[in-house]
């Protein structure tokens, strides 16, 4: 749905992340609403581990989110090219998990949690990002519109009509089902993230 690029702030002299749809074709309601959701979701937030938004607006009809700009890796990446020490992996789940919580204290339910929307800076502090889901505690719905479409290990594709929302393989059962999502779902993502990445005993 959306596409992130890096640009500077003439006016602060900063480089900064942009997301914004990818093209007119994708600038369905739901999809504005999403990115908008995801800049309010954010902006309840300030914390370390969390990405931080600067800014949101339109130009030329796009909606665009203007956020910090992070040098580094996804999480899936960093493992896979740099074969990090189990004690390495451990921190950066620690830290994620902050960024979870800190969600969790002002209201919000990730619910999509994957090692791909995790970012780990060259300075080793990871932040959580993609909050594009980011809503209160409420009941699922297996028949909401969109799933990430990222290459990630797990990964379950549907493509059957009336669509979920997230990452398949990531999610706790009952965001599958009309129950009750709230902050034990992204624990549930977390743990499977943490199972998938972690390293096998030497």
Request: hydrophobic content about 40%; aromatic content about 6%; overall charge positive.
């Amino acid at each position: 749905m959306g596409v992130v690029l890096r640009a500077r702030d003439p006016e602060l002299g900063r480089v900064v992340a942009i997301k914004l749809l990818r093209s007119r074709r994708y600038q369905s309601r739901d999809a504005t609403k999403r990115l908008l959701r995801e800049a309010q979701a954010m902006a309840r937030l300030s914390h370390p581990n969390v990405i931080e938004i600067y800014d949101v607006g339109e130009v030329d009809g796009r909606v665009f989110i203007a956020m910090e700009h992070v040098a580094g890796q996804t999480l899936k990446e960093w493992i896979r090219r740099a074969s990090p020490s189990r004690r390495a992996v451990l921190d950066a789940f620690v830290q994620a998990g902050r960024g979870l919580a800190a969600a969790h204290r002002v209201g919000l339910v990730h619910r999509d949690f994957k090692p791909t929307n995790v970012l780990r800076g060259e300075d080793g502090r990871v932040r959580v990002l993609d909050f594009g889901l980011a809503t209160p505690p409420r009941r699922g719905s297996p028949r909401l519109s969109s799933v990430d479409d990222g290459s990630v290990l797990l990964e379950t594709r549907v493509t059957a009509t009336g669509l979920i929302m997230g990452t398949p393989a990531y999610m706790a059962p009952e965001c599958h089902e009309d129950e009750l999502i709230d902050a034990r779902s992204d624990q549930f993502s977390f743990c499977v993230s943490l199972y998938e990445v972690h390293p096998a005993d030497p």
